[in-house]
Each structure stands twice: as C-alpha cells, then as structure tokens.
C-alpha cells in the first residue's frame, strides 16, 4: 500500500529523484555546525508558542481597568496589552509557561544566531563562493534583534516602555528623516497612540515572514554551494566529508531538537523570565530604575551611556546625542560586518573558492580583529549595567563610567595581540610537531627548536609571505554533498 502511495506521488510529481539525492546528502559530523541549527530550531519554537500566544493577547491601548487574580494590580488603570499580558501570566491556561518559553526562545535565538555567525567568521566559511549567504545571515540577525524587541515592547509595562522611550530617541536623532520615521511607528509623538498595535503587526506578521524567507534563502544556498568541512587527511576542496543525511545525521538533528525544545521547556517552567507585575504598566512620567534590556540590546544601552554629551550643528540642522551611538555606531557596525568577506578578499588579494576551512590559529590577523571586536561590544554590554555595578559595589557611577571608558578603548588592543600571539605560538607548535627537526651534533635541542620557529615565523601567517596551501586552490567541478 506504502508503496503504491508512493508511486503514485511519484508519477505525479517526480519527487523520487529529488528525495533520493536529498537524503544522501553529506553533512560534516563537526559539533559547531549544529549551532545554526539551535537557531533554526528556536525559531519554529517561537512560531509555535507564539500562535498560542495570539489567542489571548490584546493589542490595544484602550485604557481599562484591571480587576484580574492578581491582587496587587486590582484596581489599577492600565491598557488592554497590558491586562491581557497578566491575564496570559495568572488566568490562562498554561499561559505562563507558554510566554515564559516564548521568551527563553527569543533569547536563545539570537545566541544561537550570533554564535553561530562568529564560527563562520573564525574559520573564514564566509570565503568566496559564500560571501552572499554571509550577508544573508547579517541581515537574518538583524531582523532577529528587531524582532525580538518588538515582541518585548507589546506588553506595555514599565520596563518595556523605557526601552521604547530610548526607541524613540534614537529615530528622532535622525536628521531630516527622524521625525517621519518616529510618527510611521508611533502614530504621533511619545508614546503615540498606535504604538503597541503597529508592534504587533511587525512581530507577528511581518518580520517573521520575511525571517522565514531568510532562512529559507540561506538554507537553499547551503544545499546548492554544499557544506564547508574542517581540513583532515581525507577532506579536500571538491567533497564534504561527514554523515549522510538519512539516516544519521537526521537522527542527530531529531536529537538536538528534541533537547532544544525540553531546555526550553525547563527554563520555561523553573526560571522566570520578564515577570512584568513587578514593573506595574507604564507610566511616560516615570522611569523605572535600574531597568535593563534583553542580552542582545546591551550593547546599544552600553554605548549610549558611554558617549559624551555631544551634539552637532550643521547646515542648519542639530544633530542631537542619540545619533552617534544609536545610529552611527550600529549602522557602522553591521555594514562593516556584512561587507567583511569583501574586504578581506580585496586586502589578501584571496579570490579562489573554498570549502575547508581555517582554523583560527592559522589566521592570527582575523582572529585578532575578531577577539577585538567581541571585547569592543562585551566592554559595551557591560557598561549597559553601569547603574546596577555602581549600587552593588557602592561605587560613584562617574567613576564606573570612565572606567568603561577608558576600557572601551584600551582593552580590545591588549586582548587582540594576546590572541595573535597565541595563534603565532599554537601554529609554531603544530610545524614542530608535525615536522621535527633532528638536532645537529653538537647544538642543544632549545636552540635547535627556536631555529625552527624562526624558520617558520617567516614563511607563514596572515602578517609575512602566505602559505598557499591546497584549501587555496581553485577546486575541481564540485560534487553534490
């Protein structure tokens, strides 16, 4: 009967040869490549969970009054998002495990998301005839962060309405546009009155669907250019050494699911997440204290209380504070990340195809740049919690923020030579041990290793004459992983 079904779809759409190729596909056994698939797997969770979500949810901004299970709020005038959040926390059904998985998703979806992107960036996987699908995943993160913001500021509380106050000030800070774009999002001015109901669209509707077009894009690329693979003595630039698809590497990725989905599920149940009844609903009066975004917009809050008080008259136009770190940095920060494969490229003058990767001790400049960089934002991240250091510690928050200052700009150089050294140190180590030299009679063996270091140091790495080694020549016609 199996069979007969089978065939029939078969006649119909000729979908045997497709399956057959799809399930031998090769995929590289290397734990790191399932990183992306942590993301991916975050994603139909949010999907799923979100649905449910949208049962209950109201977005409006119709002032009521709250007289839920919860106590404390009885009584108080809120909006209807607001209400409908605490019900969705106290009265729903499952309604609390549900937001609270929906948000431990989110989160972890821009971890495994980023994470995933500094491993393509370590082992340079971003390399021609990849450089398109790099900017795929640039702009994926991107609307991943957007989208996870939008989903935080729906629930109208406290917390979320300062975070959506320092929104606003970051697009009003935009010469000439500023003004247009702040009334397209708010319908007006702070806190605009279609603020919530637009959010909703754009967290529900839109940035989904075009998240779900990305991955759909960058998955296609995948199987279309094959998998990348890591250098071995059977791993070369026209085949892709691993498992196939079915049915091993389809049962390890059933695996990865299933314990994405129940960490998931225990963080859901045991560890509270956003409990916006302590926050109570917002109040464009007030601003909550010590209030701190989401992991993923730390950086930006870092660096909008690190940047000095300036502002710009040109032209006619003031250009107020915000601009800077809101919009010049940001903007400066993904453009040079998704324009890096080029850049690269241009200045090792690298335009062959690869498809073995680096290892990052053989690339100490890339290395270097990309420990910096995470040390840059990491200074950042935690410069966002400025206010919460200073009350912990008891330390003046002048103090902590001119030390983050002062860190901001010192500490990416310490730790980016630390990292080329250790690369130069770690490659020097696999040439002796992979070659080593027999000591002239009469020469001690210190004196003989450090000629062979010397020797090498001057034929290898990223800042002498490069090493074209077999991952740098133009492959054969590639064979379909």
């Given at each position: 009967?199996?069979?007969r079904i089978?065939r029939?779809?078969?006649?119909?759409?000729?979908?045997a040869q497709?399956?057959?190729?799809?399930?031998?596909?090769?995929?590289p056994?290397?734990?790191?490549?399932?990183?992306?698939?942590?993301?991916?797997?975050?994603?139909?969770?949010?999907?799923?969970?979100?649905?449910?979500l949208?049962?209950?949810?109201?977005?409006?901004?119709?002032?009521?009054?709250?007289?839920?299970?919860?106590?404390p709020l009885?009584?108080?005038p809120?909006?209807?998002?607001?209400?409908s959040?605490?019900?969705?926390?106290?009265?729903?059904r499952a309604?609390?495990?549900?937001?609270?998985?929906?948000?431990?998703?989110?989160?972890?979806?821009?971890?495994?998301?980023?994470?995933?992107?500094?491993?393509?960036?370590f082992?340079?996987?971003?390399?021609?005839?990849?450089?398109?699908?790099?900017?795929i995943?640039?702009?994926?993160?991107i609307?991943i962060i957007?989208n996870?913001?939008?989903?935080?500021?729906?629930?109208?509380?406290?917390l979320?309405?300062?975070?959506?106050r320092?929104?606003?000030s970051i697009?009003?800070?935009i010469p000439?546009?500023?003004?247009?774009?702040?009334?397209?999002?708010?319908?007006?001015?702070f806190p605009?009155?279609?603020?919530?109901?637009?959010?909703y669209?754009l967290?529900i509707?839109?940035l989904?669907?075009?998240?779900a077009?990305a991955i759909l894009?960058?998955?296609?690329?995948?199987i279309?250019?094959?998998?990348?693979h890591?250098?071995?003595?059977?791993?070369?630039e026209?085949?892709?050494?691993?498992?196939?698809?079915?049915p091993f590497?389809?049962?390890?990725?059933?695996?990865l699911?299933?314990?994405?989905?129940?960490?998931?599920?225990v963080?859901?149940?045991?560890?509270?997440i956003?409990?916006?009844?302590?926050?109570?609903?917002?109040?464009?009066?007030?601003?909550?204290?010590?209030?701190?975004p989401d992991w993923?917009?730390?950086?930006l809050?870092?660096?909008?209380r690190l940047?000095?008080?300036?502002?710009v008259?040109?032209?006619?136009?003031?250009?107020?504070?915000?601009?800077?770190?809101?919009?010049?940095l940001?903007?400066?920060t993904?453009?040079?990340?998704a324009?890096?494969?080029?850049?690269?490229?241009?200045?090792t003058g690298?335009?062959?195809?690869?498809h073995?990767?680096?290892?990052?001790?053989?690339?100490?400049v890339r290395?270097?740049?990309g420990?910096?960089t995470?040390?840059f934002y990491g200074v950042?991240?935690?410069?966002?919690?400025s206010?919460v250091?200073?009350?912990?510690?008891g330390?003046?928050?002048?103090a902590?923020?001119?030390t983050?200052?002062?860190?901001?700009f010192?500490l990416?150089?310490?730790t980016?030579?630390l990292a080329?050294r250790?690369?130069?140190?770690?490659?020097?180590?696999d040439?002796?041990?992979?070659?080593p030299v027999a000591?002239?009679?009469?020469?001690s063996?210190?004196a003989?290793?450090a000629?062979?270091?010397?020797?090498?140091a001057?034929?290898?790495?990223?800042?002498?004459?490069?090493v074209?080694?077999?991952?740098?020549t133009r492959?054969a016609?590639?064979?379909?992983g």
């Amino acid at each position: 009967m199996t069979r007969r079904i089978l065939r029939w779809v078969d006649e119909r759409f000729g979908a045997a040869q497709f399956t057959r190729t799809a399930l031998a596909k090769v995929f590289p056994d290397h734990w790191s490549f399932m990183l992306g698939e942590i993301g991916l797997y975050c994603f139909l969770i949010l999907v799923l969970t979100g649905v449910y979500l949208t049962f209950f949810f109201d977005p409006s901004q119709t002032e009521t009054v709250y007289q839920g299970s919860f106590t404390p709020l009885r009584g108080v005038p809120m909006t209807d998002a607001y209400r409908s959040a605490l019900e969705l926390s106290f009265d729903v059904r499952a309604g609390m495990l549900m937001r609270q998985i929906h948000h431990w998703a989110a989160l972890l979806f821009v971890a495994g998301t980023a994470v995933h992107l500094m491993r393509v960036f370590f082992t340079g996987a971003f390399r021609k005839p990849r450089e398109i699908n790099w900017v795929i995943g640039v702009v994926l993160l991107i609307l991943i962060i957007a989208n996870g913001f939008a989903g935080y500021s729906l629930v109208d509380d406290q917390l979320s309405g300062t975070g959506l106050r320092i929104a606003y000030s970051i697009v009003l800070s935009i010469p000439l546009a500023g003004t247009w774009i702040a009334s397209l999002f708010f319908g007006g001015e702070f806190p605009g009155p279609d603020v919530i109901a637009r959010m909703y669209v754009l967290h529900i509707l839109i940035l989904p669907a075009v998240i779900a077009v990305a991955i759909l894009a960058h998955l296609a690329l995948i199987i279309r250019q094959k998998h990348t693979h890591f250098g071995s003595r059977r791993a070369r630039e026209d085949n892709v050494v691993g498992e196939r698809f079915w049915p091993f590497y389809a049962f390890k990725a059933l695996g990865l699911f299933l314990l994405t989905t129940a960490t998931l599920c225990v963080l859901g149940g045991l560890a509270q997440i956003n409990p916006i009844w302590l926050y109570g609903p917002f109040d464009p009066a007030e601003v909550s204290s010590a209030s701190q975004p989401d992991w993923y917009m730390g950086w930006l809050d870092g660096a909008l209380r690190l940047f000095p008080g300036w502002e710009v008259r040109a032209f006619g136009f003031e250009v107020p504070n915000p601009f800077f770190p809101g919009v010049v940095l940001a903007g400066v920060t993904f453009v040079l990340l998704a324009m890096w494969p080029f850049i690269e490229a241009r200045k090792t003058g690298d335009h062959d195809h690869h498809h073995v990767l680096d290892r990052p001790r053989d690339r100490p400049v890339r290395t270097a740049l990309g420990v910096a960089t995470i040390t840059f934002y990491g200074v950042l991240f935690f410069a966002g919690a400025s206010d919460v250091l200073s009350v912990t510690f008891g330390l003046s928050v002048n103090a902590v923020f001119w030390t983050f200052r002062v860190l901001l700009f010192t500490l990416p150089p310490v730790t980016a030579w630390l990292a080329y050294r250790l690369c130069r140190e770690l490659s020097a180590r696999d040439r002796r041990e992979a070659h080593p030299v027999a000591p002239p009679r009469g020469t001690s063996p210190d004196a003989t290793a450090a000629a062979a270091v010397a020797a090498a140091a001057s034929t290898t790495g990223d800042g002498g004459s490069r090493v074209r080694t077999p991952g740098s020549t133009r492959p054969a016609p590639a064979r379909r992983g």
